[in-house]
């Protein structure tokens, strides 16, 4: 029942986001101006810099990430459907597992376009261990986002909520981009640092279990007033 | 696991933010096959109740009782027994209306969801329009897909905020006689409006809110009007 | 506890005025000298931050699990005094440090767990004055994340540095300076008390004044 809901809102969110595409076209578009304005700022006799190129993807993806949060769910507070979904006898909890799901996809579909951005522009060797690689993208958006489609449900009714949401984000979510950066240039290196990379993935893990079991824990507190 | 009640009581019920006070003290009692209003001049604290009454606020003291359980006790099943019909319609714009009505039917676990959705459809008048865009819409069609969908469960309370604002008056007439049919079907009905006529064909009970604070609370019996102004103009207490 | 507060103001007072005579009267340590003396202050203000910041952290759970209203008066006091205490602490340590090994500052472990808790903090307060209505329950939520998210920075920022060495040094502490040092946290524990309960003590009279103003209106 829990995964059948947390489908549900899941699929809805994916409905209704491939009739406009607004936020993914956006996002996306926003991520790549990122890494181009990182990629211009930061040169070295003329060229970007090669090391630079695992921190900035994953900067990109933390900004891009905070405004598609944001636009998401400013689009719930349009409609107040987000109200809607908290009136339903569904599981709570199950409502953040959903929405979760639909944003940590569209953050997968972002990093689909940088990797190969930023493997073009940086000469990263990003096909040296492209199953790692992956794990390293998915373990840290899904810690990314579970904290962040947290907080961006519970600023639904907030002042302030567009600058907000990065300032409770960012510092939280620190741990994440540690780990992704340094896993992911340890992958980049000539020759990977396989041992580091797995150990920074296990870091990973550890963060979206406990966080993402933490978010569970106080969604229903959280949302209702 | 099916609950169920045959009456809403508000007992002493109270909802401040900080130093402002929303409610104070109301009570009232509303049942099966009644319809209840609640009127008065804005900020009166109408639309807080009724979000008390939907569970999406708690009130700071006092308890509403669906039958003899409280929100708290009765928990997610209490939910499937309301039916909400927010000022904000509660539509998803991009979605079709059969889509919206499809994903409220399945979230709230109804059984048949197509031949539902359909019966949904022809009562909202919408058959022809089921695969457009709620987007499109005027604000009478959307009112009307919102109150199926808030119908979809089957609810036994059924709880409006200003329905009738900007409907023309055959989409009044329309949904005054739905709510007349609900009504004969045993549900509670609670509405929230400034229309007064309307509210002379419409209401069993009147409750008058001023303030926060009940002023009123009896059988309509067709003086309305007469209440609304006795209490409201002058400022009157009395219940 | 009212009762209480001028014994126990007389008594930090006491214990701080004393203080920098023991200070004084401390043996210098061998390779930093004099400046070495800030760690008396340093360390102290290290511990009731980190005390502070995890009374705050159970507070906020207790009041977003329970809805205790006491519990979200302690948690912003507490809140508020771990970001006075990390204050005193992250501007006492550059100084010592620049003095002491030349650099203001240094991307280690411990650094950066302080600064980045610091930060949670500070993000607290902003919540809770710009947040609007219902902003108690998201500074709690923050309490409570940035508390689970302090080990992961300690480890991960840990890891990052040991690949490239620092040139951290750990005073070990001599018989002659644990006098000192444990007489500055006593005082430090005792000045944290007291702001706690004063400035519970605050949020509890404020709330009192919205609840007058609440039966006043009923009127």
């Given at each position: 029942?829990f995964?059948?809901?947390?489908?549900?809102v899941?699929?809805?969110?994916?409905?209704?986001?491939v009739r406009?595409?607004?936020?993914?076209?956006?996002?996306?578009?926003f991520?790549?101006?990122c890494?181009?304005?990182?990629?211009f700022?930061?040169?070295?006799?003329g060229?970007?810099?090669?090391?630079?190129?695992?921190?900035?993807?994953?900067?990109?993806?933390?900004?891009?990430?905070?405004?598609?949060?944001?636009?998401?769910?400013?689009?719930?507070?349009?409609?107040?459907?987000?109200?809607?979904?908290?009136?339903?006898?569904?599981?709570?909890?199950?409502?953040?597992?959903?929405?979760?799901?639909?944003?940590?996809?569209?953050?997968?579909?972002?990093?689909?376009?940088?990797?190969?951005?930023?493997?073009?522009?940086?000469?990263?060797?990003?096909?040296?261990?492209?199953?790692?690689?992956?794990?390293?993208?998915v373990?840290g958006?899904?810690?990314?986002?579970?904290v962040?489609?947290?907080?961006?449900?519970?600023l639904?009714?907030?002042?302030?909520?567009?600058?907000?949401?990065p300032?409770?984000l960012y510092?939280?979510?620190?741990?994440?981009?540690?780990?992704?950066?340094?896993?992911?240039?340890?992958?980049?290196?000539?020759?990977?640092?396989?041992?580091?990379?797995?150990?920074?993935l296990?870091?990973?893990?550890f963060?979206?279990?406990?966080?993402v079991?933490?978010?569970?824990?106080?969604?229903?507190?959280?949302?209702?007033? | 696991?099916?609950?169920?009640?045959?009456?809403?009581?508000?007992?002493?019920?109270?909802?401040?933010y900080?130093?402002?006070?929303?409610?104070?003290?109301?009570?009232?009692?509303?049942?099966?096959?009644?319809?209840?209003?609640?009127?008065?001049?804005?900020?009166a604290?109408?639309?807080?109740?009724?979000?008390?009454?939907?569970?999406?606020?708690?009130?700071?003291?006092?308890?509403?009782?669906?039958?003899?359980?409280t929100?708290?006790?009765?928990?997610?099943?209490?939910r499937?027994?309301?039916?909400?019909?927010?000022?904000?319609?509660?539509?998803?714009?991009?979605?079709?209306?059969?889509?919206?009505?499809e994903?409220?039917?399945?979230?709230?676990?109804?059984e048949?969801?197509?031949?539902?959705?359909?019966?949904?459809?022809?009562?909202?008048?919408?058959?022809?329009?089921?695969?457009?865009?709620?987007?499109?819409?005027?604000r009478?069609?959307?009112?009307?897909l919102a109150?199926?969908?808030?119908?979809?469960?089957?609810?036994?309370?059924?709880?409006?905020?200003?329905?009738?604002?900007?409907?023309?008056d055959?989409?009044?007439?329309a949904?005054?006689?739905?709510?007349?049919?609900?009504?004969?079907?045993?549900?509670?009905?609670?509405?929230?409006t400034h229309?007064?006529?309307?509210?002379?064909?419409?209401?069993?009970?009147?409750?008058v809110?001023?303030?926060g604070?009940?002023?009123?609370f009896?059988?309509?019996?067709?003086?309305?009007?007469?209440?609304?102004?006795?209490?409201?103009?002058?400022?009157d207490?009395?219940s | 506890?009212?009762?209480?507060?001028?014994?126990?103001?007389l008594?930090?007072?006491?214990?701080?005025?004393v203080?920098?005579?023991?200070?004084?009267?401390?043996?210098?340590?061998?390779?930093?000298?004099?400046?070495q003396?800030?760690?008396?202050?340093h360390?102290?203000?290290?511990?009731?931050m980190?005390?502070?910041?995890?009374?705050c952290?159970?507070?906020?759970?207790?009041?977003?699990?329970?809805?205790?209203?006491?519990?979200?008066?302690?948690?912003?006091?507490?809140?508020?005094?771990?970001?006075?205490?990390?204050l005193?602490?992250l501007?006492?340590?550059?100084?010592?440090?620049?003095?002491?090994?030349?650099?203001?500052?240094?991307?280690?472990a411990?650094?950066?767990?302080?600064?980045?808790?610091?930060?949670?903090?500070?993000?607290y307060?902003?919540?809770?004055?710009?947040g609007?209505s219902?902003?108690e329950k998201?500074?709690?939520?923050?309490a409570?994340?940035?508390?689970?998210?302090?080990?992961?920075?300690?480890?991960?920022?840990?890891i990052?540095?040991?690949?490239?060495?620092?040139?951290r040094?750990?005073?070990?502490?001599?018989?002659?300076?644990?006098?000192?040092?444990?007489?500055?946290?006593?005082?430090?524990?005792?000045?944290?008390?007291?702001?706690?309960?004063v400035?519970?003590?605050?949020?509890?009279?404020?709330?009192?004044?919205e609840?007058?103003?609440?039966?006043?209106?009923?009127e």
């Amino acid at each position: 029942m829990f995964l059948k809901v947390a489908w549900l809102v899941m699929r809805k969110d994916l409905t209704v986001e491939v009739r406009s595409r607004e936020i993914v076209y956006t996002t996306v578009f926003f991520a790549v101006a990122c890494v181009l304005v990182f990629a211009f700022a930061l040169v070295k006799e003329g060229r970007p810099l090669e090391d630079a190129a695992a921190g900035i993807m994953w900067i990109s993806v933390a900004f891009a990430g905070t405004l598609a949060l944001g636009r998401t769910f400013e689009r719930e507070r349009h409609s107040e459907t987000l109200r809607a979904l908290m009136l339903a006898p569904v599981s709570r909890p199950a409502i953040y597992v959903g929405k979760l799901l639909g944003i940590v996809l569209l953050l997968l579909i972002v990093e689909a376009v940088l990797v190969p951005l930023v493997g073009l522009l940086f000469h990263a060797p990003i096909w040296n261990r492209p199953l790692l690689l992956i794990a390293l993208l998915v373990s840290g958006t899904v810690g990314f986002s579970a904290v962040g489609t947290l907080f961006a449900a519970m600023l639904v009714r907030a002042r302030s909520r567009d600058v907000m949401l990065p300032i409770l984000l960012y510092p939280i979510t620190i741990p994440v981009i540690i780990a992704g950066v340094r896993g992911t240039a340890a992958l980049f290196e000539a020759v990977p640092a396989v041992d580091l990379a797995q150990m920074w993935l296990a870091l990973l893990g550890f963060f979206d279990v406990v966080f993402v079991t933490l978010s569970l824990w106080t969604f229903e507190p959280l949302m209702t007033e | 696991m099916s609950f169920d009640f045959t009456e809403v009581a508000v007992r002493d019920v109270s909802r401040h933010y900080g130093r402002r006070r929303a409610l104070a003290g109301v009570s009232l009692t509303c049942r099966s096959g009644e319809v209840l209003g609640l009127l008065g001049p804005n900020g009166a604290g109408k639309s807080t109740l009724l979000s008390i009454l939907a569970t999406l606020l708690a009130p700071s003291t006092g308890q509403v009782y669906y039958g003899s359980h409280t929100a708290g006790q009765a928990g997610p099943a209490l939910r499937a027994r309301l039916g909400f019909l927010s000022h904000d319609l509660h539509l998803y714009p991009e979605l079709t209306a059969r889509e919206n009505l499809e994903f409220f039917a399945r979230l709230y676990g109804v059984e048949a969801v197509s031949e539902r959705v359909a019966t949904a459809l022809g009562r909202a008048g919408l058959t022809a329009r089921g695969e457009d865009v709620v987007s499109g819409f005027s604000r009478g069609m959307r009112q009307r897909l919102a109150l199926e969908r808030a119908l979809l469960h089957e609810p036994r309370l059924l709880l409006l905020d200003e329905p009738f604002t900007g409907l023309d008056d055959a989409s009044v007439a329309a949904l005054v006689s739905r709510l007349h049919e609900l009504r004969a079907a045993d549900r509670i009905i609670v509405v929230v409006t400034h229309d007064l006529d309307v509210a002379e064909r419409l209401l069993d009970k009147v409750a008058v809110l001023k303030d926060g604070r009940l002023v009123a609370f009896d059988d309509a019996h067709g003086r309305i009007r007469e209440h609304y102004r006795a209490h409201v103009a002058v400022g009157d207490r009395c219940s | 506890m009212k009762k209480g507060y001028p014994l126990f103001v007389l008594l930090a007072v006491v214990l701080f005025s004393v203080a920098p005579v023991m200070v004084a009267q401390a043996p210098y340590e061998a390779t930093m000298g004099l400046v070495q003396k800030i760690f008396y202050y340093h360390v102290p203000s290290a511990m009731v931050m980190f005390l502070s910041a995890f009374i705050c952290g159970i507070a906020s759970a207790v009041y977003l699990f329970k809805a205790r209203p006491e519990a979200d008066r302690i948690a912003a006091a507490a809140a508020e005094l771990t970001v006075v205490f990390g204050l005193i602490v992250l501007v006492t340590g550059p100084l010592w440090a620049r003095k002491a090994w030349g650099v203001w500052w240094q991307w280690d472990a411990r650094l950066t767990s302080t600064l980045l808790m610091w930060m949670i903090f500070v993000a607290y307060l902003l919540v809770r004055r710009f947040g609007g209505s219902g902003a108690e329950k998201l500074g709690a939520a923050m309490a409570v994340f940035g508390m689970a998210n302090v080990p992961f920075v300690y480890v991960s920022v840990n890891i990052w540095r040991t690949i490239h060495p620092t040139t951290r040094v750990v005073p070990t502490l001599s018989p002659g300076m644990r006098g000192p040092f444990w007489f500055c946290a006593i005082a430090f524990m005792l000045l944290f008390g007291l702001l706690l309960a004063v400035r519970a003590r605050l949020e509890q009279r404020r709330a009192d004044v919205e609840h007058l103003y609440l039966l006043a209106d009923e009127e």
